[in-house]
């Protein structure tokens, strides 16, 4: 159970911010030049027809370990798919991979992030903030969980997660 709970824990971190998810899984697999991004694009381009579609963003988050519901497909969707054709194509990808690399964008999505499990906004995710926002998205884990996933990452001491914890936390994830 701790393994399921932690790994959805992990997971639910990035389901309201799946932006900032996706770009650090590409990022990750992609080493920054053209010809990289090209591989990966065409390798999520799975009937080859130039567009990544729906069914293959879905596709692409399933293999990077996200199961993103279709509400948040689409809305990942329109984010990337800047000319709403809604489809996918290479520039659309490599402007969305090459827009990751931007320091204050990506902090803003994690300050987005830890701001929704900060339920009293006192700049500090407690054991039952975690275990309120993990129940309400439909994860079972228990508060002894919850516990042990803020312990992993309290390297104050303090018993709760700071948002330089949950930044170092994310960027390893």
């Known amino acids: 159970m701790q393994k399921t709970c932690n790994n959805s824990y992990k997971n639910s971190l990035y389901t309201p911010n799946l932006r900032y998810q996706v770009m650090s899984k590409i990022n990750g697999v992609v080493a920054g030049d053209m010809e990289e991004v090209k591989k990966v694009f065409n390798k999520f381009d799975t009937n080859g027809d130039g567009k990544i579609d729906l069914t293959e963003l879905g596709s692409i988050l399933r293999a990077l370990g ?100 949950f930044k170092k936390m994310m960027n390893k994830a």
Not at 73 to 78: A, D, G, K, V, Y
Not at 93 to 110: I, M, P, R, T, Y
Not at 115 to 134: F, M, P, Q, R, T
């Open 66 to 165: 996200t199961n993103a519901p279709h509400d948040e497909l689409q809305r990942i969707m329109s984010e990337i798919d800047t000319d709403g054709d809604g489809v996918i194509d290479l520039k659309e990808f490599s402007d969305f991979h090459l827009g990751g690399s931007d320091d204050a964008a990506n902090l803003k999505d994690l300050r987005d992030a830890f701001d929704l499990y900060d339920l009293d906004k006192n700049g500090l995710i407690s054991v039952s903030e975690l275990h309120a926002v993990l129940k309400r998205l439909g994860e079972k884990c228990s508060l002894k969980d919850c516990k042990k996933m803020v312990s992993s990452v309290d390297v104050d001491g303090d018993g709760n997660v700071n948002f330089e914890e």
